[in-house]
Nanobody, 115 residues
C-alpha cells in the first residue's frame, strides 16, 4: 500500500484546511485508515480514523472541528480541519492498516497555524 498525503500549509487561527491522502496498491486489503500528527519532541498521536465500514473516531482535542471522510471511488482519504488553533500545528501523517495488521504510512504534510 502506498499513501500520498497533500494539502498542508500555513493558515491563520480560525481558518480551515483540507488534507488528502491518495492510496494505491493493495487497497482492497485496507480495513482502517487514519490521520496522525506529530510535533517535535512528542509522540505521534491519532487525530481521526475511519474503518472500512465507515465507523469514525476522533481525538477529543479535535471533536467538532475536524471531519474525516473517504471517497472509495477515488481511493482517497480526507481530513477537513476547521476552526484551526495554533496547537494544531504539526506534521500530519496518513496511515492505513490492512487485514493482517500491517500498517503503512505516507510522508507527512506540515500544517502550521499562525497569525
Amino acid at each position: 500500500v502506498q499513501l500520498q498525503a497533500s494539502g498542508g500549509g500555513l493558515v491563520q487561527p480560525g481558518g480551515s484546511l483540507r488534507l488528502s491522502c491518495a492510496a494505491s496498491g493493495s487497497i482492497l486489503l485496507i480495513n482502517y485508515m487514519g490521520w496522525y500528527r506529530q510535533v517535535p519532541g512528542k509522540q505521534r498521536e491519532l487525530v481521526a480514523g475511519i474503518s472500512s465500514g465507515g465507523r469514525v473516531n476522533y481525538a477529543d482535542s479535535v471533536k467538532g472541528r475536524f471531519t474525516i471522510s473517504r471517497d472509495n471511488a477515488k481511493n482517497t482519504l480526507y481530513l477537513q480541519m476547521n476552526s484551526l488553533k495554533p496547537e494544531d500545528t504539526a506534521v500530519y501523517y496518513c496511515n492505513a492498516r490492512v487485514l493482517n495488521g500491517m500498517a503503512y504510512w505516507g510522508k507527512g504534510t506540515l500544517v502550521t497555524v499562525s497569525s
